[in-house]
């Protein structure tokens, strides 16, 4: 027992694809505008939603029909209150923070809210001849690398 099959409408798609292929190779695209597009082909196999107009086969229509259905009661619930509200203060429409002020910079010297451990000033110059060796020394094909105050 079978479900009874509907008639093939694959003539009138296959017409509505070469007149769209004809229109296409038709265009003068030089002029840098397009046509309209041609109007939605109708499909009488859908089903129309009553709330937003849209076309859906049978199976996507009942879950769109009642999904749509909840949508419209929620927007016109939301228009009621909002006439409701008309009593109460304006919402602010457009945000303006207010200025930031800058904190004067102290030099080089971190912050003392850091939780990391800063730098001191020694680190910035050279430190012996030895650092300055490992710095010259690139060729050998090792890692050039600094040496800090706390891993002498």
Same mark, same amino acid.
């Given at each position: 027992?079978?479900?009874?099959?509907?008639?093939? &409408?694959?003539?009138?798609?296959?017409?509505?694809?070469?007149?769209?292929?004809?229109? *296409?190779?038709?265009?003068?695209?030089?002029?840098?505008? @397009?046509?309209?597009?041609?109007?939605?082909?109708?499909?009488?196999?859908?089903?129309?939603?009553?709330?937003?107009?849209?076309?859906?086969?049978? &199976? *996507?229509?009942?879950?769109?029909? &009642?999904?749509?259905?909840?949508? *419209?009661?929620?927007? /016109?619930?939301?228009?009621?209150?909002?006439?409701? /509200?008309?009593?109460? @203060?304006? /919402?602010?429409?457009?945000?303006?923070?207010?200025?930031?002020?800058?904190?004067?910079? *102290?030099?080089?010297?971190?912050?003392?809210?850091?939780?990391?451990?800063?730098?001191?000033?020694?680190?910035?110059?050279?430190?012996?001849?030895?650092?300055?060796?490992?710095?010259?020394?690139?060729?050998?094909?090792?890692?050039?690398?600094?040496?800090?105050?706390?891993?002498?």
């Amino acid at each position: 027992p079978e479900p009874p099959k509907k008639p093939s &409408n694959w003539r009138r798609k296959h017409e509505e694809f070469i007149a769209t292929i004809r229109a *296409a190779k038709g265009l003068n695209l030089k002029d840098g505008k @397009l046509p309209p597009p041609p109007p939605p082909s109708y499909d009488p196999d859908y089903i129309q939603c009553p709330y937003c107009q849209r076309r859906f086969n049978e &199976n *996507a229509a009942d879950r769109h029909i &009642n999904f749509c259905k909840e949508q *419209a009661a929620r927007i /016109t619930n939301k228009g009621k209150l909002a006439a409701d /509200t008309k009593g109460k @203060l304006p /919402t602010r429409t457009q945000y303006k923070p207010t200025p930031v002020k800058k904190m004067p910079s *102290a030099g080089s010297t971190p912050s003392p809210s850091s939780r990391l451990p800063q730098p001191s000033g020694v680190s910035k110059a050279v430190v012996g001849a030895s650092s300055s060796k490992a710095l010259s020394s690139g060729s050998s094909g090792s890692k050039i690398q600094t040496l800090s105050p706390a891993h002498k």
